[in-house]
T-cell receptor, first 113, second 115 residues
Framework: GNSVTQMEGPVTLSEEAFLTINCTYT??????LFWYVQYPGEGLQLLLK?????DKGSNKGFEATYRKETTSFHLEKGSVQVSDSAVYFC????????????FGQGTRLTINP | DAGVIQSPRHEVTEMGQEVTLRCKPI?????LFWYRQTMMRGLELLIY????????DSGMPEDRFSAKMPNASFSTLKIQPSEPRDSAVYFC?????????????FGPGTRLLVL
C-alpha cells in the first residue's frame, strides 16, 4: 500500500538557517505529492504541491521537487524565520488510493531567534 | 471564501455522552473528509464522501462512530457513547474534483476531550 516516511523531529534551528525536511514515499501508481503545514492550534494548510515527476512546488520561500527516481519530495528553505515554527506534513494521493491523502507522521520545527 | 467551517471548536464531555461534530465544506466542493489527529496515531482518515455519498468508512474505529452528509453543505460526525480514548482533534476537509492532484482544504478542527 501507499505510505509516506518523514524525517523524525523535532527539528530545532536558528533563524536564517537552511532547512531540509526529508520525505520519501511508496506508491503503486503515480501520486501527487503535498506538503501541509500546521501552526499551533490550527488546521492543516497546503504549503505546496507537485503533481508529476520533476515538478517543483514552491510557496513562501519553501521548495520541494518531485523526484521519481528516488521517490522523494524533500522540503527546503534557504533562510528560516521564527514564524516558520510549525508541524510539517508530507502527503501523497493517487488514483490507486482513490482520493485519500496518505500522511507522514509530521515533523515539528522550532526556529529560535 | 469562508473556508471549511467546523463547530464546536472545543468540546468537553463526560464518558457515555453523545457528541456531535459539525462541518460546512467550501461551497462548490463535492468531496468531504473527516480526520482524527492524536499524538499516538497521527492523522487518520475516518471517512469520506463524494457528492454526499459515503465512499470509504474503513477508518471509522467502531460502531460508536457514525457520519452523515444530508446535503452538499453540511456533514456531521457523531460519537455515541463517547469514551476517553476518543479524545482527539477532529478535522473536516473538502475538495473539488475527482483527481488525486486536487488540494484538500482543512477546517480549524474540533478539539474533543472526553472525561
Amino acid at each position: 500500500g501507499n505510505s509516506v516516511t518523514q524525517m523524525e523531529g523535532p527539528v530545532t534551528l536558528s533563524e536564517e538557517a537552511f532547512l531540509t525536511i526529508n520525505c520519501t514515499y511508496t506508491a503503486t501508481g503515480y501520486p501527487s505529492l503535498f506538503w501541509y503545514v500546521q501552526y499551533p492550534g490550527e488546521g492543516l494548510q497546503l504549503l505546496l504541491k507537485a503533481t508529476k515527476a520533476d515538478d517543483k512546488g514552491s510557496n513562501k520561500g519553501f521548495e520541494a521537487t518531485y523526484r521519481k527516481e528516488t521517490t522523494s519530495f524533500h522540503l527546503e528553505k534557504g533562510s528560516v524565520q521564527v514564524s516558520d515554527s510549525a508541524v510539517y506534513f508530507c502527503a501523497l494521493s493517487d488514483l490507486e488510493g482513490a482520493q485519500k491523502l496518505v500522511f507522514g507522521q509530521g515533523t515539528r520545527l522550532t526556529i529560535n531567534p | 471564501d469562508a473556508g471549511v467551517i467546523q463547530s464546536p471548536r472545543h468540546e468537553v464531555t463526560e464518558m457515555g455522552q453523545e457528541v456531535t461534530l459539525r462541518c460546512k465544506p467550501i461551497s462548490g466542493h463535492n468531496s468531504l473528509f473527516w480526520y482524527r489527529q492524536t499524538m499516538m496515531r497521527g492523522l487518520e482518515l475516518l471517512i469520506y464522501f463524494n457528492n454526499n455519498v459515503p465512499i470509504d468508512d474503513s477508518g471509522m474505529p467502531e460502531d460508536r462512530f457514525s457520519a452523515k452528509m444530508p446535503n452538499a453543505s453540511f456533514s456531521t460526525l457523531k460519537i455515541q457513547p463517547s469514551e476517553p480514548r476518543d479524545s482527539a482533534v477532529y478535522f473536516c476537509a473538502s475538495k473539488s474534483g475527482q483527481g488525486p492532484q486536487e488540494t484538500q482544504y482543512f477546517g480549524p478542527g474540533t478539539r474533543l476531550l472526553v472525561l
